[in-house]
């Protein structure tokens, strides 16, 4: 009789930035473990995954209901990419109506395999009510974080303490975090700025979601010790729980339509760059600028004369899916002379970030410095240009520039004044033989030997991040026994 594969249950919070990083766990479990994997999500999002799933995974899709119209969201608008921004805290007041479906999910799977229980059950970090459900069910939980253990700290100490609402100046500490720099009002995403857990719709889901962290088993976290210690020893101290830095997990690539021919598009054009020689610009699936910050970066990629790849949409009041009109939303005639002199690629809505970031062409990537971009550009030993938009996004950035030394920040969220000459200027200092650019670029390089090392795993040496993954299961494995043998 064959040996039962212990089973894997995923629930990532309905997002590309969320589901990504999930999907690529997903495959790193099945391709180092060989477990089964059920991944779970809403129908819209799991048939958009089927395309994404490499022909040789035996990962198991599974739907959850859920319907929109009962939560007053437009039709289909199961993802973030699909809603505006002012939406998205509907979609996650929403998501907390799937705790009946996916605990009735859980029964199904634990019958349907005649009481085998799923070795784990890992969640997303919005979904803090995963872990009633998983210990209703007698199941061992852990919370996954695409984000990285520093900024994620930030955040999470901000949502619980608000402390800028007690502070008497424009800066502050954490209370509970004083590793972490000062943080200015203006790093704040509007959200927690406006926050006061009493009547405000994010504060009061947040308080709830993250106070339920301290009842899971511990967290994963797509990120390595070694750089990011800091936020790793916070999450230990304050939940009281394992920590587990297993990343960077990352797709190679991402199955979208027209992918393979951007692709070709870019590949194209990047060869006939000389090495280090293109500045890559792109703000994430979900963000986009202002028309006025459109305009000035435009000027400070066109008078900084460096070669350029840059994935626009329009900028904020429109349609972020509809055509883009270079005609009224960058400066007369700058595509035009962009294409002529063959200086800047502009490429709307997508481009195959992983392909780019990892071409020799390619000198620095100016980033809203998301995590999964962050770890797309330090696995190629790309140094960051940091324009946060939200979300933990500042934090990272302070992690970047002030502890690591691999970014320079350029500007800061969606409506804050933007000079061309002062991006001009970092984009020179990065790129140009300075001092500061080379030791950007040097840094840059050691941490790709750094991420390269923590991932490693052959018959001789295991890296710091796969023994992190080992020890993960065996106290899933752990934990389980205890509970049999207590049954």
Known sequence: MAERKENVVMLPFMAQGHIIPFLALALHIERQKGYSITFVNTPFNINKLRSSLPKNSSIRLLEIPFSTSHHGLPPNAENTDVLPYHHVIHLLQASTSLRAPFKKLLQDLIHDHHGHKPICVIADIFFGWTVGVAKELGLFHAIFSGAGGFGLACYYSLWLNLPHRKADSLDFSLPDFEQASKIHVSQLPKNILEADHVEDPWGIFQKENLSAWVDSDGVLFNSLE?????????FRRKLGRPVWPIGPVLLTSESRANSSEKAELCQDWLNTKPPNSVVYVCFGSMNTISLSQMMQLAMALEASGKNFIWVIRPPIGFDIN???????????????????????????KWAP???ILSHKAVSAFLSHCGWNSTLEALSHGVPLLGWPMAAEQFFNVILLEKEVGVCVEVARGKSC?????????????????????NEMRRKAGELRVMIKNAMKHDNVVKGS???????FFQCCKKVNQGQQQRA
Request: aromatic share 8%.
């Open 226 to 234: 070694e750089f990011d210690q800091l936020g790793m020893q916070y």
């Open 322 to 348: 509809s055509e883009f009109r270079a005609d009224e939303w960058l400066p007369e005639g700058f595509e035009d002379r962009m294409r002529s002199s063959r200086r800047g690629l502009l490429v709307h």
């Open 353 to 355: 970030q992983v392909e």
């Open 417 to 437: 004044e933007v000079r061309h000459e002062d991006v001009k200027a970092k984009i020179e200092l990065v790129m140009n033989d300075t001092d500061k650019g």
């Open 465 to 471: 991040s796969i023994k992190a993954m080992d020890d």
